[in-house]
């Protein structure tokens, strides 16, 4: 497991570090009214995404499920899998058929509409190739082939994330922006399906690349209320976490929805670096729940729960406190970071407590529990739609922020409680109080050392000053997590690091 974590976070930190590297240097040569369009990519994407039907999910539970045998996992990918070719081309079809109808729900002031309807074609080929690549990786995850997955991903971000900086600086064009990135997500998705597929005929003794269409509908009414209750979970959260762009795109310009979604992906940078260490656990939750061993699945959740407590708060206090100069550090561009810094504050609140709620989902995903996920998520779906769409009318894309912040709040407290009752079953102070604790000692250490800290104006020597802090802060929280609870005391007395590598402790 360790090995999986290592290459999880690395995978995870390249996504970050590629993030901050390449974005700024996207905004720098296309300029902010360009990237807009990149940022109403990413909100096609996450809302088309919806048609991958919570299969992702089931293939990824299905094949880490040690009640399948290697004979039904085959099956059950080769179900799936020709399932997912046909919505992938639906979709693709589908958003490259309309594009024109697309556009004219946005407000394309500053873009010529034939442009638009074409980047929303090029978009809509890709989102097809990506829906399959992320199938497919789903797969890899159940096999427990995380290393290998990450290796992927890695490369996967390079050529299409870096070598489009190139691409961009000689072009200067969107159009050739978007080319390459679908190019090489086409590449990708055909590389990591072959992948999949041979793994999954070595455990018969067999080398295969290629599988024939087959839809058993056996194996589809097994899976069938799983499924269906990712797919609910898919549609709460893409609207939950993406309406407020798709507002902010029709009632404002693409240029403000640019500022807005560049303070977003600052502010997701928390949930990407709890994905790798969710994905690691998830394997080993999934195959202790399903073996009725709870109790040692709800001491993973705990050890986990505080490792990401003491990793991400000092994060996020960060974001909280220095929301200028973090995004001035990122983009080097002063006036990008004046204009998109409004929005880090509140977007950091609720992508934190989103984060909270990553790891109790792990939970409801191992005991095929989707029910809390589903009532909590439709009842704030009526809170944040009307919501967003009467705030930022009257604040624009600040109020919208805030609802957003508030929502995430609530929902977190509701869920995490509720999971924990019914699986986990810490006690309250575990669970809340000690986070909590570490959650106020961040923002009051963050806080307490802007008011002497001096910034130097040198971009390297300011992200040192602001590494160090997060290393102070991640000290003091490990060493009062350690004061007001043993796990880590015992954790090394019992060499649960060799135990939990191994899953030998139960």
């Not at 050890?303 to 080097?332: A, D, H, K, Q, R």
Request: glycine share 6%.
């Amino acid at each position: 497991m360790l090995k999986n974590l290592a290459a999880n976070l690395f995978g995870r930190f390249w996504g970050v570090f590629s993030n901050f590297i390449f974005l700024p240097l996207y905004v720098k040569y296309l300029g902010v009214n360009q990237y807009g369009i990149i940022s109403l990519a990413l909100v096609i994407t996450v809302f088309i995404s919806l048609m991958d039907a919570g299969m992702t999910a089931t293939i990824t539970r299905e094949l880490a499920n040690n009640e399948n045998d290697s004979i039904k996992k085959i099956n059950i990918f080769r179900t799936l899998d020709s399932i997912y070719l046909i919505v992938a081309l639906i979709t693709s079809l589908s958003v490259f058929l309309f594009s024109t109808s697309i556009v004219g729900l946005i407000n394309s002031e500053g873009h010529k509409p034939e442009i638009l309807i074409l980047c929303i074609k090029i978009i809509g080929i890709e989102i097809g190739f990506k829906l399959l690549s992320q199938f497919y990786s789903g797969g890899l995850l159940g096999l427990d082939k995380q290393i290998e997955l990450n290796k992927y991903k890695i490369l996967w971000g390079i050529f299409r994330n870096g070598f489009v900086v190139l691409v961009i600086i000689y072009s200067n064009s969107i159009i050739s922006f978007l080319l390459w990135q679908c190019l090489v997500t086409i590449i990708y998705s055909f590389l990591i399906r072959l992948r999949l597929i041979n793994i999954l005929y070595q455990t018969i003794g067999l080398k295969n690349y290629f599988t024939k269409f087959k839809i058993d509908i056996t194996i589809l009414k097994s899976i069938k209320n799983y499924t269906l209750g990712m797919l609910l979970i898919s549609i709460v959260v893409a609207i939950n976490t993406q309406v407020d762009k798709l507002i902010l795109s029709s009632l404002l310009s693409l240029e403000i929805l640019a500022y807005y979604t560049l303070a977003f992906t600052l502010s997701k940078a928390l949930n990407l670096i709890v994905e790798p260490i969710k994905t690691t656990v998830l394997p080993t939750i999934i195959s202790l729940y399903t073996s009725e061993k709870s109790q040692e699945g709800s001491k993973i959740f705990k050890f986990t729960n505080y490792l990401i407590c003491i990793i991400v708060f000092p994060i996020s206090s960060l974001f909280i406190v220095y929301p200028e100069m973090l995004l001035y550090l990122w983009t080097n561009n002063m006036d990008v970071a004046k204009s998109s810094s409004i929005y880090l504050v509140p977007l950091t609140i609720g992508n934190l407590f989103l984060t909270i709620q990553l790891l109790p989902f792990n939970v409801a995903i191992a005991n095929k529990f989707t029910k809390y996920n589903n009532v909590i998520g439709f009842v704030s779906l009526f809170v944040f739609v009307p919501g967003s769409y009467y705030l930022i009318s009257l604040f624009g894309g600040l109020g919208s922020a805030y609802l957003y912040a508030f929502v995430q709040i609530i929902i977190a407290i509701i869920y995490t409680y509720l999971i924990n009752r019914k699986f986990i079953n810490l006690s309250l102070k575990e669970l809340w109080f000690n986070p909590v604790i570490i959650l106020i000692t961040s923002l009051l250490f963050g806080y307490f050392v802007s008011t002497t800290l001096v910034f130097s104006n040198n971009r390297f020597i300011d992200l040192t000053y602001l590494g160090i802090i997060f290393l102070l802060s991640g000290l003091i929280n490990l060493l009062i997590i350690s004061l007001l609870d043993n796990v880590f005391k015992n954790w090394i007395k019992t060499k649960m690091l060799e135990q939990w590598g191994k899953i030998k402790f139960y």
